[in-house]
């Protein structure tokens, strides 16, 4: 049953085989993936050397070889990136809007502050695309998590060992038309749909606190109480910096869908990372909710 | 400078001038919208009952002749409104999706349970729609509160003393863009922006709930913490059944958007009603926030 065509969106999401070659700069922004991907560089014998954003990468990554820079410290970045051999990199793990109050300036900085400065407009995928484009003006070739772990993308069909059902499919087909349409316009990459009623939209505050929402109006009788209903959709952006933002689930994300009541999970297939895969379909399948990778259509015109 | 075009979109609002005649029945859900329209329909004189949805009414509908029904007191209704002379109706404040769990079954009801099973499913337009038209085929002829009170509709303009920078009128249009790809699916009315990133969307939480994440989210760093920027927005969905569910503000969406440090409240002009206008006014000018009623402009074509 996921073989049904969905949305017409781009791009297709295949992982493109990128040959990378030296020793790995990541640049390690908030949560867990920073880690993930360090361990799967580590299994595949790619050397690697992560760059911390203080107050954003979790203390984890001192595990691993490792440098802490300040948001701002931009010639410091640099300057662990060539002193590792670093000219391939990845950037991954969220990052807060920079604070120009807890800004550490540094001469590389002051070099670049209008680029800088340009990082407080606009929506995420408009200001990762940027941060992108300026790595790569200086000459470093920058990946996506997917290309360094492939391993890591959801893969098409039932993950776990629940189906979704008819009235499933309906809600997962309304979600990826709510995430379709917001991405256009560079907002969120999660929807929550119950029985044909869109009960959360993502923008901001992340897919955590939006399943924590719908648990809450579940609660208070906003949705319906009884027995597990509804949907969680993850999906990118269409036209999204794959490289840098790819929408993530994990067991956590399983857990917090099951307090919201939620009968199962949809994740656009090879464009939505899984951390910590079998941990992930061993909490769907505890909970009893399905774990669905969706093949998005391709993009065939406006 | 609201007189500049925005967003095609139907329908342009021009409310009818509706001749209700007899006694107004007033189908109260939830917040102070009832009690606001039966002290509108006192002022001009109107006769009205109120029928008040237990469990969804506030306690204060008491002030006013009334009757408590319970969910699922279809007969009871009926009977409420036949008995006070009440063949026009407004329906009026939100409710919760029926929670069948605390349903009382009466004789109308049981006859009329293939549409009251209807409305667990699907978006809160979708469900109203069917509720007026249920109403409609009994006999009743259905009003919207703009029709009883005009006067609580927001208007054309800068409302009170402050006025949007050009900054702002760009969040406005990128939040009208917003809610009107979502008000196609039938979500949302309302979405916070702040400097180009759309920081919240407003599905089935509220516009106070997503206000309070708006504050939570300055807090934590997730949006600039400094001075005032960004809008709150709110506009009703493109063919939204508008007799039933109009956006409204108040001094409390006010207070709460300035305790997330926007910089002002864009509405439909028409389109969105504003409750206690003098004091939501006053309490904009008083936290240095601007009020705009914007003109959507009219549907050309898709």
Request: proline share 5%; net charge negative.
């Amino acid at each position: 049953m996921p073989q049904r065509r969905r949305l017409d969106r781009a791009p297709a999401l295949v992982p493109e085989t990128v040959k990378i070659k030296g020793p790995l700069g990541i640049i390690a922004g908030r949560g867990s993936l920073p880690c993930v991907l360090a361990e799967a560089a580590s299994a595949r014998g790619l050397p690697f050397h992560i760059v911390g954003i203080r107050g954003e990468a979790e203390d984890e990554i001192e595990r691993f070889p490792h440098t802490w820079v300040k948001w701002g410290e931009v010639g410091k970045t640099f300057h662990t990136l060539d002193q590792n051999g670093c000219g391939d990199i990845v950037i991954i793990g969220g990052v807060n809007r920079p604070d120009f109050s807890n800004f550490r300036l540094d001469t590389g900085a002051l070099k670049t502050l209008p680029f800088i400065l340009s990082l407080s407009k606009g929506g995420d995928d408009h200001i990762l695309s940027r941060v992108v484009r300026f790595f790569e003006q200086k000459g470093y070739r920058v990946h996506g998590a997917r290309d360094v772990a492939p391993e890591l993308l959801a893969k098409e069909g039932v993950l776990g060992s629940n189906t979704p059902s008819a009235e499933d499919e309906d809600d997962i087909e309304l979600a990826l038309r709510v995430i379709d349409a917001l991405g256009r316009l560079d907002v969120g990459q999660a929807a929550v749909v119950i029985k044909g009623y869109v009960i959360a939209v993502e923008a901001a505050e992340g897919t955590d606190a939006m399943l924590t929402r719908c648990a809450e109006l579940r609660e208070t009788g906003r949705t319906g109480r009884r027995g597990r209903a509804g949907v969680l959709v993850k999906a990118p952006k269409s036209g999204q910096e794959e490289r840098v933002d790819l929408p993530t689930i994990g067991p956590d994300t399983v857990a917090k869908s099951a307090a919201a009541g939620l009968a199962g999970i949809a994740v656009a297939a090879g464009g939505v990372l899984i951390v910590e895969r079998d941990a992930t379909i061993a909490a769907a399948d505890r909970e009893g909710l399905f774990l669905l990778g969706v093949t998005l259509a391709e993009h065939e015109g406006a």
